[in-house]
């Protein structure tokens, strides 16, 4: 069949039908070269064709598109993704946001996943399960020529089953992820790709606690007991008369386990600092309630050493979806994890993360040492230290150090809501308020297109150049 002539075809006809439907620049102009140059027919004949030419998109570059999250019910599992297109038309359509959404609830729904295409699966560790599966009993019965094949179908499942576009779509399972990604190229009329993703799984990979309340309880009296033992055997110095009046002997009360829980369910806070509360209010639960709160400030740094296995995950997306966050935070246990507080707290801190362009890590702590040290090195042959005086040149370089380390730590930020406060500050204030240790566990960003070539070419050019072929 002879193709159609595309003789009288302007490249403003070809930017209209190319608005109009989103569909590749040469696509349009065959388009319209087969309708005549009708664009409303040519449209049509587009949507007829787009299936198609879907795989034929995959060579172009798509570094537009969306970051999207989601975050299941219950906030124990949160996804952030990264999905291409080509053009920022593209993505602010509803099919497009729609797309993005649905391959985010995906990747929540695929416990197995690790990789988004079996092109990303690392060789290596494909040739070492290549070399186990060859040596395994059941295959060295089978015939030699055909042993290959068996490990290559072995090998195939494993890839396909790890992932994302292999699995079944989870709106239709008669479709896979990946035939949905080409239905959706061949509707757009864009390349669309999936470029990466990662999943919170909440405490994952955490050690937690479990014991029985009433012991824990009876455990640390004892413990108490004997440090106080300890104590009074010990020489005391003689009370000032201001420091007599100020310690006043509270008498002793019995506080049962059952007072404890009372107080803790209600407040949130540690154990002992129950129990302690309660003593201090003659036994008083409510008394023992509002000493906790202005007492906090004094014990959070205390529970810095506790285990903290519970919290949420929580996500946030910047206008437009260029931008997005995924965190976890972590507390002592599910009743603070549901409160408003530590909710609030979640997104104020994912809203940080987005807002601090330069942090790398948490904590100070979590620097590479092997890098610092690199660093030192360097910095202590720097010309304008080689001038200094010998004795104050660790000094310098320390600070230096320092100033470098904090800038990439997310604690040692000013708190986005309030100047005045660091993260560090904030986190302190909630595990006083909250009575429990409260702890950034991890945090990933995502800026869309990163690290992906864009093609910016003149249009009315580039139409002009390929009609000329």
């Not at 990946?178 to 190229?185: A, G, H, R, W």
């Not at 599910?334 to 997104?347: C, E, N, S, T, Y």
């Not at 910095?379 to 230290?385: F, I, P, V």
């Not at 309030?418 to 566990?441: F, H, L, P, Y």
């Amino acid at each position: 069949m002879p193709a159609a002539s595309t003789t009288g075809i302007t490249a403003a006809q070809v930017k209209s039908v190319r608005e109009k439907s989103g569909a590749g620049m040469m696509d349009c102009k065959k388009a319209l070269g087969e309708c005549g140059g009708d664009e409303e027919e040519a449209l049509v004949w587009l949507r007829k064709k787009g299936i198609a030419s879907a795989d034929k998109k995959a060579s172009r570059i798509a570094a537009e598109g969306a970051v999207g999250s989601y975050i299941h019910a219950g906030a124990r599992l949160g996804v952030i993704c990264e999905v291409n297109c080509e053009t920022d038309f593209v993505a602010r359509g509803d099919r497009f946001k729609e797309l993005v959404a649905d391959m985010a609830m995906q990747i929540a729904a695929c416990p197995d996943i690790e990789y988004v295409s079996p092109d990303d699966v690392d060789p290596a560790m494909v040739a070492a399960e290549r070399e186990v599966q060859m040596k395994m009993e059941d295959m060295l019965s089978k015939p030699e020529n055909i042993r290959e094949k068996i490990v290559q179908g072995r090998l195939d499942k494993m890839v396909n089953e790890k992932a994302l576009l292999k699995q079944d779509f989870i709106r239709d399972n008669a479709k896979t992820v990946e035939d949905v990604i080409k239905e959706v190229t061949a509707e757009l009329g864009e390349k669309i790709s999936i470029r990466r993703f990662v999943k919170y799984t909440l405490g994952e990979g955490m050690e937690k606690r479990e014991e029985d309340f009433a012991a824990e309880v009876e455990a640390q009296t004892k413990a108490l007991k004997a440090e106080s033992d300890a104590k009074k055997a010990e020489p005391k110095e003689e009370p000032k008369e201001e420091e007599q009046k100020e310690e006043t002997a509270k008498p002793t009360i019995a506080i049962t386990a059952k007072q404890v829980k009372e107080v803790r369910d209600k407040s949130g806070a540690g154990m002992m600092d129950c129990k302690k509360a309660l003593g201090e209010c003659d036994g008083n639960a409510e008394e023992a309630l509002i000493w906790l709160r202005k007492k906090g400030i004094a014990s959070a740094d205390k529970k810095a050493s506790r285990i903290a296995a519970e919290g949420a995950v929580g996500s946030y997306i910047h206008a437009g979806a260029r931008l997005g966050v995924l965190v976890e935070v972590n507390c002592e246990t599910d009743f603070v994890a549901r409160g408003d507080r530590f909710k609030a707290l979640i997104a104020d801190i994912a809203m940080q993360v987005a807002a601090c362009p330069d942090i790398e890590y948490i904590s100070p702590d979590d620097v590479d040492p092997a890098m610092v040290a690199a660093e030192r090195e360097v910095q202590m042959k720097m010309e304008d230290m080689l001038s200094k005086p010998e004795n104050i040149r660790e000094k310098i370089v320390q600070g230096r150090l320092d100033k470098m380390v904090n800038e990439k730590a997310l604690l040692k930020q000013d708190f986005i809501r309030d100047n005045a406060k660091t993260v560090e500050d904030v986190i302190k204030e909630a595990t006083a308020e909250i009575g429990e240790k409260i702890s950034i566990r991890r945090f990933t960003k995502y800026k869309l297109g990163e690290g992906i070539e864009k093609k910016n070419e003149d249009f009315a050019a580039e139409v002009a150049a390929q009609m000329r072929k």
